[in-house]
């Protein structure tokens, strides 16, 4: 199995930035795809980021896009998500997630049913 462990998180005011690490065990990380969700109090599970193991494929959400970075250091078995100009909406748990199917070093997923493993989340919070 695949463990993988969420940091980052915190309180920042609106327009501000924070960087989400998740640190994956495994011995074929660079297989892996990973993915970003994040999920309010009420809300649906909602699609972020995703990148392919490969590192060559990128995929993010509409609301996110142009503000958020995902990259990953494959030597280090981490993914990250660079959260810039944040938003109150943007308050949320996130979630990385891993995905070890035949096809995922070459395709980033944007359908939580992908993946096969997950964080325990991270809680980031942004104020008005």
């Known amino acids: 199995q695949v463990q993988l462990v969420e940091s980052g998180g915190g309180l920042v005011q609106a327009g501000g930035s924070l960087r989400l690490s998740c640190a994956a065990s495994?011995?074929?990380?660079?297989?892996?795809?990973m993915g970003w969700f994040r999920q309010a109090p009420g809300k649906e599970r909602e699609f972020v980021a995703a990148?392919?193991?490969?590192?060559?494929?990128?995929s993010y959400g509409d609301s996110v896009k142009g503000r958020f970075t995902i990259s990953r250091d494959n030597a280090k078995n981490t993914v990250y998500l660079q959260m810039n100009s944040l938003k109150p909406e943007d308050t949320a748990v996130y979630y990385c997630?891993?995905?070890?199917?035949?096809?995922?070093?070459?395709?980033?997923?944007?359908?939580?049913?992908?993946?096969?493993?997950w964080g325990q989340g991270t809680q980031v919070t942004v104020s008005s």
């Open positions: 495994g011995r074929t990380f660079s297989r892996y795809a």
């Open positions: 990148c392919s193991g490969s590192g060559d494929i990128i």
């Open positions: 997630a891993a995905d070890l199917g035949w096809s995922s070093t070459w395709y980033a997923p944007s359908r939580a049913g992908d993946y096969d493993y």
